[in-house]
């Protein structure tokens, strides 16, 4: 297909989701494969789920750390850190993804509205900032403790909490000219509402993945293929 121009006025915000990391091995949520099928949701990522059983989420975030401490960026990720840094701030990304591949790729204008797993928190949400933590957890004892003495938490917004960082969010979403929804089933809210918010403002609206999403009727194109297939290339600046 054509290049998708992009002007010296546009400005391009970007919302990803699992999909975007599936080429580099890390598997998605929904597919008959994927991270849910093995585990129910309200076992693994819910506030109750964390006060019932500890051990058994941070059991479930352990294995994404190790999981994600061995993949790399792929070329979907690496393409759109290259666009990036030629439109500068006319450049916004979103990530549902709770892991670091577009950073490693070299993205830096983002915000994981999900939490990030190289991060943990205190459980008590007693006001302390995150904390750095790559470390992958045999044992709930392991588990490291807040400057409070509570005993740190995934930094992860589960089921019921509010996702991070909305008011930049909606910012970004209302001076966007053009939306890029790249790898999202559009099954999780607010995130599945973004592209609408996008064409009230009247921007256009692009959606890359190998399927149709579930609000496949909000974009104004719709590219079927994988990130890392369609991305690089995918512009013309
Ligand atoms: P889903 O698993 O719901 O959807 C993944 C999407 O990626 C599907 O639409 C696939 O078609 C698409 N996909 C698969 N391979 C792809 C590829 N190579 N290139 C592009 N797209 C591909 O994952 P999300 O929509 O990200 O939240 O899920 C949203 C939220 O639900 C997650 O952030 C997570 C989850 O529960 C929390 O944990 C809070």
Redesign the pocket.
Known sequence: MAPIPISPTDRLFILT????S??SGLP????SD?L?AGHR?EDV?TPEALDRNPALVWQFYSERRASCHAAQPNP?HIALAELESKLGDRFFLCT???DDLHERAGSARLVHM?GELAKSRCSEECGAAPVEDHAVYRTLDEVGRCVCGARLRPH????GEIPLDMDRIQREIARCTMMLV???????YP?ANFVHWARQGGARTIY????P?LNTAAFTQVVEG???TVLPGLFQI
């Open positions: 989701g699992a999909g975007i599936a080429e998605t949520f929904r597919a994927g849910w949701i990522c979907a549902q993804n709770v999900h992860i917004v589960f089921f790249v790898g999202t089933s559009g099954s999780v995130a890359i993945g190998p399927e999403p994988n990130a890392g």
